[in-house]
Nanobody, 117 residues
Framework: QVQVVESGGGLVQPGGSLRLSCTAS????????MGWYRQAPGKQRELVARITRDGSTNYRDSVKGRFTISKNNALKATYLQMNGLKPEDTGVYYC???????????WGQGTQVTVSS
């Protein structure tokens, strides 16, 4: 059984920083990519940042220059450094692990990020 666990969320003032962590555990034969998604109240879940096994990254436009995604293949972990946080960054942040069959896609339970003064 594969488990994906996020941590690092919290309440921060505008302009502040947070670092999210995500770790996958269990029997995982290979990881193609890991990504961070967020969902604000009443809105659809959206991609924030994604990183592939070879290190290629992509970000949604609104976080470019403020967020940085990184990974540690050996630990099956990914991190999201978020600087210059804005109220519109508020939401539940989910980690997704993409693997070939039989693992497929796995989601974590999410971690709440609230940006407010």
């Amino acid at each position: 059984q594969v488990q994906v666990v996020e941590s690092g969320g919290g309440l921060v003032q505008p302009g502040g920083s947070l670092r999210l962590s995500c770790t996958a555990s269990g029997t995982i034969f290979s990881i193609w990519a890991m990504g961070w998604y967020r969902q604000a109240p009443g809105k659809q879940r959206e991609l924030v940042a994604r990183i592939t096994r070879d290190g290629s990254t992509n970000y949604r436009d609104s976080v470019k220059g403020r967020f940085t995604i990184s990974k540690n293949n050996a630990l099956k972990a990914t991190y999201l450094q978020m600087n210059g946080l804005k109220p519109e960054d508020t939401g539940v942040y989910y980690c997704k692990v993409e693997s070939p069959p039989p693992n497929g896609e796995r989601w974590g339970q999410g971690t709440q990020v609230t940006v407010s003064s």
